[in-house]
């Protein structure tokens, strides 16, 4: 079993950062790939970024150039740094493990934290 807990979520302005952080309890941490997804209200979760057990990383088209994803195999932490927030961005976050990080498809994903909040307001 695996316990997964976010941080960092908050309320920004448009065009300012944050980190989100991912502490993840599991064995063999770094043999895992893993990934941040979002959900807005009303609407579907979809995956943001990932990254698999050898450093590979993808990104949602909407992300891409604002969000980086990385991990710290020695400390079994997961990283989400998102630059030039806009209110699009604005969803419940979750990390998740061990699933396919090409596809991002969150029901390949299986085992889940249970979200940080981010609102950026414009």
């Known amino acids: 079993q695996a316990q997964l807990v976010e941080s960092g979520g908050g309320s920004v302005q448009a065009g300012e950062s944050l980190r989100l952080s991912c502490a993840v309890t599991?064995?063999?941490?770094?043999?895992?790939?893993m990934g941040w997804f979002r959900q807005a209200p009303g609407k579907e979760r979809e995956g943001v970024a990932a990254?698999?057990?050898?450093?590979?990383?993808t990104y949602a088209e909407a992300v891409k150039g604002r969000f980086t994803i990385s991990r710290d195999n020695a400390k079994n932490l997961l990283y989400l740094q998102m630059n030039n927030l806009r209110p699009e961005d604005t969803a419940m976050y979750y990390c998740?493990?061990?699933?396919?990080?090409?596809?991002?498809?969150?029901?390949?994903?299986?085992?889940w934290g249970q979200g940080t909040q981010v609102t950026v307001s414009s």
């Open positions: 998740a493990v061990h699933g396919n990080c090409y596809t991002r498809q969150p029901e390949t994903f299986n085992y």
């Open positions: 599991l064995s063999n941490f770094r043999t895992y790939g």
């Open positions: 990254m698999d057990r050898y450093g590979t990383t």
